[in-house]
């Protein structure tokens, strides 16, 4: 009885090969697709930084050039002009650009941690009350006490008017941010290692700040991000809660510009006051357009260097954070 051949794999010369042009998986797609996404891609970001470049060449533009020729990516005259008038305030300026540091970086810092430490137990399945605290978050998302009972309360209850405070406090907790980090750790962070740690001797507080918050370095840093943006951005605080000569210290620098804009607004549209300042010696021509701009790349130009610190784990922190309800 002869011995049974094992079976030896032999390629089929005649088998049709798998095109080249195709990537494996479920979102397979051809080399001409993939070049026509990444065409597409490259064109929408170069419009999306078009303006921005504007912004930059207006402000580097003499004010007459722009009222005779318009906004142009190739000015014909460069000037310094836009900036030097803002320059004429340096110390205002410097003290604003210190405060809008400081409470960007505490606002961010203690919104992450309050936001955090309120997420992590409402994402646990053992903790009883979890339905009810989401719940009174949620409401905060679709209802308010109104613009006239909040500020009573950080100015009468609180008495926080005219303190650094006062512009970090209203934005500490955001409700979605709260959601969003929640979902996270129940749909990212095994509940065995949470409950492993704990079997181990490990404390709730030692399981939140070494396995809880070292894997949610993704949700963190997208929050973190979105934080940033917020209280950098944020000029209604100072708005509200800033006023008088003991506060003249304490206003943020997005509500200083905007105080200047509208300034130059008013000197520009009242021949009576514009008259009254050239008697006086002050500044003939106010650079009014070119200002503007120059104020826009001042106030935009920190968080555009921040975004890439950022960037490594902001999409997957959206992604991840938002895949479940």
Known sequence: ????????????????????????????VSKGTNIAINIFFSIYTILCLMPLLLIIMISFTDEKTVLVNGYSFFPEKFSLA????LL????????SFGVSLIVTICG????????????????????PHRNIFSFFIFFTMLFNGGLVPWYLVYTQLADLKNTLASLIIPLLVQGFFVLMMRTFFSTTIPMELMEAATID????????AQIVLPLSLPVLATVALFQTVNYWNDWFLSLVFISGESGKEMVSLQFLMYRTMLSIQFLSSNTTAASAIS????????????????MAVVGVGPIVLAYPFFQRYFIKGLTIGAVKG
């Open 88 to 95: 004429e305030d340096r110390h205002q300026i410097l003290q």
């Open 201 to 208: 001797g490990a404390s709730e507080t030692r399981v939140f």
């Open 279 to 294: 008697q006086g010696g002050g500044l003939v021509n106010i650079p009014t357009e070119t200002v503007r701009m120059a």
């Open 1 to 28: 009885m002869e011995a049974q051949a094992s079976p030896v794999s032999v390629k089929n010369p005649r088998a049709k090969k798998t095109p080249n042009n195709y990537t494996t998986g479920p979102l397979a």
């Open 108 to 127: 961010t810092a203690l919104s992450l941690l309050i936001m955090a430490l309120y997420a992590y137990p409402i994402s646990r399945r053992d903790f």
């Open 82 to 85: 836009a900036y030097e008038f």
